[in-house]
């Protein structure tokens, strides 16, 4: 029973953190709460479902996801984001426009797909390994190394690598990185691709491993912003760490509690969190709470 545990807590700490990680770098990089990260992603596990749906080849599907999400999220940067970026919009608005712009993208895949739990079909049998009185499926163990692996390619990428120095130079001190000759809408555009292929992938393996529904995306926002939270918003690899002990928390409470209670529980860890530890496990304090 404590191992099914552990590796249903991999299962769902990876996706998590996984989305988690895009969402934080989201927020650090544009400075507002991207509420609509939850449902921008579970647009890839959609559209895979339509490209399996007129039969075209698995990987194929895959890969005009990616791309279909990664346009869109140019779109939404060009249209909406980049506008109010312009204009200096107030914190308020931002959280606004997040808050709206989950809200249509969750309508507008009810309009096109309908209410009903859609599944995406795998192109080889999902085989199941019992081991120790446990179980692990084919997909289970390919979410695992996925998850694991894109985030220790994103953490690589921006702690170890040239270009990520310059992504947090500019998300430390934008102005100082626009003085020393950084080109900031470049680095949000190539931001945004990369966040918008993280919310593909992640979007991909929730729909794979859960099967995909409109409001799936606002579940997905709160377990990411809750993991953010956990961690501590302005660090990033504590909303992986957030991500992955969520995950934990969620499935050891199942031991206790119904499961119908596990999003209960996020809400409760959300709220403790934000009332006792608002800036997260990880979260730096200000020169004025050190010294008050």
Same mark, same amino acid.
């Given at each position: 029973?404590?191992?099914?545990?552990?590796?249903?807590?991999?299962?769902?700490?990876?996706?998590?953190?996984?989305?988690?990680?895009?969402?934080?770098?989201?927020?650090?990089?544009?400075?507002?709460?991207?509420?609509?990260?939850?449902?921008?992603?579970?647009?890839?596990?959609?559209?895979?479902?339509?490209?399996?749906?007129?039969? &075209?080849?698995?990987? /194929? *599907? !895959?890969? @005009?996801?990616? $791309?279909? +999400?990664? %346009?869109? #999220?140019?779109? =939404?940067?060009?249209?909406?984001?980049?506008?109010?970026?312009?204009?200096?919009?107030?914190?308020?608005?931002?959280?606004? &426009?997040?808050?709206? /712009? *989950? !809200?249509? @993208?969750?309508? $507008?895949? +009810?309009? %096109?797909? #309908?209410?009903? =739990?859609?599944?995406?079909?795998?192109?080889?049998?999902?085989?199941?390994?019992?081991?120790?009185?446990?179980?692990?499926? &084919?997909?289970?163990?390919?979410? !695992?190394?996925?998850?694991?692996?894109? +985030?220790? %390619?994103?953490?690589?990428? =921006?702690?170890?690598?040239?270009?990520?120095?310059?992504?947090?130079?500019?998300?430390?001190?934008?102005?100082?990185?626009?003085?020393?000759?950084?080109?900031?809408?470049?680095?949000?555009?190539?931001? +945004?691709?990369?966040?918008?292929?993280?919310?593909?992938?992640?979007?991909?393996?929730?729909?794979?491993?859960?099967?995909?529904?409109?409001?799936?995306?606002?579940?997905?926002?709160?377990?990411?912003?809750?993991?953010?939270?956990?961690?501590?918003?302005?660090?990033?690899?504590?909303?992986?760490?957030?991500?992955?002990?969520?995950?934990?928390?969620?499935?050891?409470?199942?031991?206790?509690?119904?499961?119908?209670?596990?999003?209960?529980?996020?809400?409760?860890?959300?709220?403790?969190?934000?009332?006792?530890?608002?800036?997260?496990?990880?979260?730096?304090?200000?020169?004025?709470?050190?010294?008050?």
């Amino acid at each position: 029973m404590i191992l099914q545990v552990i590796i249903n807590s991999f299962i769902t700490g990876g996706l998590y953190a996984l989305i988690a990680l895009g969402f934080s770098l989201l927020y650090n990089t544009f400075k507002f709460i991207p509420f609509f990260y939850g449902a921008f992603a579970i647009f890839a596990g959609y559209f895979l479902y339509l490209f399996n749906s007129i039969n &075209l080849p698995f990987s /194929l *599907g !895959i890969i @005009l996801s990616f $791309l279909v +999400l990664i %346009i869109l #999220g140019l779109l =939404i940067d060009f249209f909406l984001l980049r506008k109010f970026r312009e204009r200096k919009a107030g914190s308020v608005i931002m959280l606004i &426009l997040g808050l709206a /712009l *989950g !809200i249509f @993208l969750e309508n $507008l895949l +009810l309009a %096109i797909f #309908g209410p009903n =739990i859609k599944s995406i079909s795998l192109p080889f049998e999902n085989i199941t390994f019992n081991f120790f009185n446990s179980s692990l499926t &084919l997909i289970q163990l390919i979410v !695992i190394f996925i998850s694991l692996s894109f +985030l220790v %390619i994103t953490f690589f990428s =921006i702690y170890k690598s040239r270009y990520g120095l310059v992504i947090r130079s500019l998300i430390s001190n934008p102005l100082m990185a626009e003085i020393l000759g950084v080109n900031k809408e470049d680095i949000f555009r190539k931001i +945004l691709i990369f966040t918008s292929l993280i919310a593909a992938i992640g979007g991909i393996l929730y729909g794979i491993e859960y099967n995909l529904e409109p409001t799936a995306g606002t579940n997905l926002t709160i377990k990411a912003f809750t993991s953010a939270i956990i961690g501590g918003l302005e660090f990033l690899p504590g909303s992986i760490f957030g991500g992955f002990l969520l995950g934990f928390i969620e499935n050891i409470s199942v031991l206790f509690l119904p499961s119908a209670f596990k999003d209960g529980i996020t809400f409760i860890i959300l709220f403790l969190f934000l009332i006792f530890k608002p800036k997260g496990m990880f979260g730096k304090k200000t020169r004025e709470e050190m010294s008050g």
